[in-house]
Every structure is written in structure tokens, then in C-alpha cells.
């Protein structure tokens, strides 16, 4: 019974402390929180999307860790934290699937790679999961930090 009264009080610490901290930094709207093994994916529905998603995503990027690293230090369990705000995850999942479909056509039909800059993480991540099984093109990063690359090139 401990058990379950300890994941109880954990989920209930993680409920709080989301919404503290939207509530800290001044956005105000509606909170839904799903906590799955290895990540946290919040959907905030607030008047002030823009703020929180900030330019290409940078703000809603910074966010995300800063929750992560908070909620770390309340539960002591690091989680991604996943942050879905006016769609903007998913409009740009939407781009990033047409961008990966353009990119292995543009591949196969010049016989070479193909080198997308400026991508976040989460967004290369998707990429290489939408190219991770096909059988034509391979996909992979390279370089560091700000500098780091995806690179999608023909198996042969």
C-alpha cells in the first residue's frame, strides 16, 4: 500500500508543480497533463501561446528542459517533458513529415545527400523516425550543439 501511495503523492507533486510554474511565469489557461514512462506531454490551451512558444520554438524549447529539471528535483526522476501549445507540435510535425518526403525524393533524384540545418532536436528526432524504415535513404546527425546536422543520403 506504501507503493501506491508514494506514486499517489508523486503525480500529485507533478500536477502542482506544472501548474506553479505556469502559473510563475505568468500563463494563464488550461492544463491537461498525461505522464507516461519516460516522458510528461502537457497541452496547455492559453491567450498566450505566442509568448510561450517564443521565436521558432526557443522559448517553448527552454521551458520544457527548465520543467524537466524542476520536476527532477521534486520526484527525483528525470522525464522529458513535452510541452503541446496551439498546435504547434503538431503543424510542425506536419511540415517535418513533408520535409522528410521532400528530402528523400531530392535525394533519389540527385544521388547524393542532403544536409537540413537548424533543426531542433525533437525535430531531427522525427525526422529520422519517419526515415528509420525506409529502404531507399538513411538518415543521421552530425556536428554539436547549434552546429549539429541531419544527414540524409541514398543506402546504396
Known amino acids: 500500500m506504501v507503493g501506491k501511495k508514494n506514486i499517489m503523492t508523486k503525480d500529485k ?26 516522458i510528461i506531454e ?14 521558432h520554438g526557443d522559448t517553448l524549447e527552454s521551458l520544457q528542459l527548465i520543467l524537466a529539471l524542476v520536476l527532477q528535483k521534486k520526484t527525483g526522476v528525470f522525464k522529458r517533458v513535452s510541452v503541446e501549445v496551439g498546435d504547434y507540435k503538431k503543424n510542425r510535425s506536419e511540415w517535418l513529415t513533408n520535409l522528410a518526403n521532400e528530402t528523400k525524393d531530392r535525394v533519389l533524384a540527385e544521388n547524393r545527400e542532403v544536409h537540413l540545418y537548424d533543426l531542433k532536436s525533437w525535430e ?12 531507399e535513404v538513411i538518415s543521421e546527425s552530425t556536428g554539436e550543439g547549434k552546429d549539429r546536422i541531419l544527414v540524409v543520403r541514398p543506402k546504396n
Open 13 to 38: 507533486t507533478i500536477k502542482t508543480t506544472i501548474k506553479e510554474f505556469f502559473k510563475i511565469i505568468g500563463v494563464d489557461g488550461d492544463i491537461e497533463i498525461k505522464e507516461e514512462e519516460d
Open 124 to 135: 531531427r528526432r522525427v525526422v529520422h523516425l519517419i526515415l528509420q524504415n525506409d529502404k
Open 42 to 55: 502537457i497541452n496547455l490551451a492559453t491567450e498566450e501561446s505566442g509568448i510561450v512558444i517564443g521565436h
